[in-house]
């Protein structure tokens, strides 16, 4: 099943959705609290009222100790005068009197009797919510007098609905949430054209990119994009960096391998021609016509084995490629380049040889391409089979590591050898040293170094034997100090299947 495509995300939308979302979250949270404290702001006012009114009440309350009889509280405020103190024109006004004994004195019955424990002092005024007939109203109530008969006190009680505490309430709210309405909207448009200003720098900097021609490379300027996105401006101009070294490498390797590949077609294309007109003479010499044909064969043959070369330098170049890795043994590999390798160093009268493990041997085995690592072993091998001069030796050894932490190939030959001066220019593509006389194509060595780095081995060059002077300060010419290239692949801890 293929994998869901990854929707592409906005950074203009993430950023307005972090600050619209808790904006519109806060808001039914601040009309909630709002009404909150609405309430209580319109509550205080009438509170006020309604507690002067039970305390005017209070004031006409009488408390009558007599000697003969039990003390008595009344009224002594007729119905019209309580009723005119009481008058509102917008909320229904109850009062109730209750005696020493919590017994009914005056005022309206219907009032729910105060809570059992009642007030805590005389002229204090307490409020309560209730509700008279399913209706709610506001209470406040407040005890008269000094405590008698046991601390009984006659209590005043004062109720009013809440229409105007409602009202009040509603003007509050409307005069702070209207203004929200028109608030909100201009903060999301103010939020809106701030974030438009905010990464217009971004746009800039993609149109300034985007103008770029396909082979402008240059470091963008840092200076000109915003200081938060610096560090994604700083790690584009280094993958343009590495981009450009990229591109002048290739370019570079192309030029050479024309130019290298130039000389062999040319040679093609001459020995061709000469053979051509030796032809259409018709007086053809059989002779010139085989060496041009020898020579074709020769060039045809050089350019073959240079496209090889290319070819395996693209494969070590390949990064992709170097990602599927498997377990590599060397040791067969070796045995096996050494075989395949055998008619030609008979055909130069070569001493080619092999040392080291059998192919069944545990061990020697690194983490790798097989075709890469094959390669370079047959690179090696053919360098060193064309340096070599006839009768010489060449062996190919694979060495075991006393600690198990690495695979080393060694291949070394009695050849001329290569003076240390030029042991680190070998292995640039189309180096080749002077005066050898050997006809190649100088990718080799290039081919062993780039296969090496993609598998994080080492690569030394070293004389195989010490160099000597003869009696003249000249080298003996009987031997040369050789050539040893040694490669050190990070072993694999533990032996497993071959490769």
């Known amino acids: 099943m293929p994998a869901k495509r990854r929707e592409q995300r906005s950074l203009f939308g993430e950023l307005i959705d972090w600050l619209l979302a808790p904006l519109l979250l806060l808001w039914p949270m601040s009309v909630a609290l709002t009404w909150v404290v609405a309430q209580g702001i319109a509550n205080r006012p009438f509170d006020r009222v309604l507690g002067d009114r039970a305390l005017a009440i209070a004031k006409h309350v009488v408390v009558e100790r007599h000697a003969a009889s039990p003390t008595e509280a009344r009224l002594a405020l007729g119905p019209e005068s309580a009723e005119l103190l009481l008058s509102d024109a917008t909320d229904a006004v109850y009062y109730q009197v209750l005696g020493l004994r919590g017994e009914y004195l005056s005022g309206d019955r219907i009032l729910p009797v105060p809570p059992s424990d009642g007030p805590a002092s005389a002229s204090t005024v307490q409020f309560r919510d209730d509700s008279v007939g399913n209706v709610p109203v506001r209470v406040a109530y407040v005890a008269v007098g000094a405590p008698a008969n046991g601390g009984a006190q006659p209590v005043v009680q004062v109720a009013e609905t809440l229409n105007k505490r409602s009202q009040l309430a509603t003007e509050i709210i409307k005069g702070v949430i209207v203004p929200q309405f028109v608030i909100l909207p201009l903060a999301v448009a103010l939020i809106w054209f701030a974030l438009s200003r905010g990464i217009a720098p971004l746009d800039d900097l993609q149109r300034r990119i985007r103008s770029r021609e396909s082979h402008d490379l240059s470091p963008i300027d840092e200076r000109e994009a915003p200081e938060e996105v610096a560090p994604l401006v700083t790690a584009i101009n280094d993958l343009l960096a590495r981009l450009d070294r990229s591109i002048s490498t290739q370019k570079h390797f192309l030029a050479d391998a024309a130019h290298q590949l130039k000389t062999p077609l040319a040679g093609l294309r001459t020995q061709a021609e000469f053979a051509q007109r030796e032809i259409d003479a018709g007086g053809a010499d059989p002779q010139a016509v085989s060496r041009s044909l020898q020579q074709i064969a020769r060039s045809s043959q050089r350019a073959a084995h240079m496209v090889n070369q290319l070819l395996s330098m693209a494969r070590a170049e390949d990064e992709e490629g170097a990602k599927r890795a498997v377990e590599v043994n060397v040791a067969r590999l070796a045995i096996e380049t050494v075989r395949d390798f055998v008619p030609r160093a008979m055909d130069k009268r070569l001493d080619l040889g092999y040392e080291g493990p059998e192919a069944s041997a545990p061990g020697h085995r690194v983490l790798g391409q097989p075709l890469l690592v094959r ?100 080298r003996p010419s009987r031997a040369g100090p050789g050539a040893r290239f040694t490669v050190r692949f990070p072993a694999q801890p533990r032996p497993l299947s071959n490769a």
């Open 375 to 474: 390669e370079l072993i047959r690179n090696l091998v053919d360098n060193a089979l064309q340096y070599t001069p006839a009768g010489g030796t060449v062996t190919v050894r694979v060495l075991d590591d006393p600690f198990g932490q690495v695979t080393v190939l060694q291949v070394e030959d009695n050849g001329p050898g290569i003076v240390a001066a030029e042991r680190d220019q070998v292995f640039q593509p189309f180096y080749r040293v002077l005066g050898t006389g050997v006809d190649g194509s100088g990718l080799g060595l290039a081919i062993v170094r780039e296969i090496a780095t993609h598998h994080g081995a080492q690569v030394d060059i070293e004389d195989t034997f010490p160099r000597q002077r003869g009696p003249d300060g000249q």
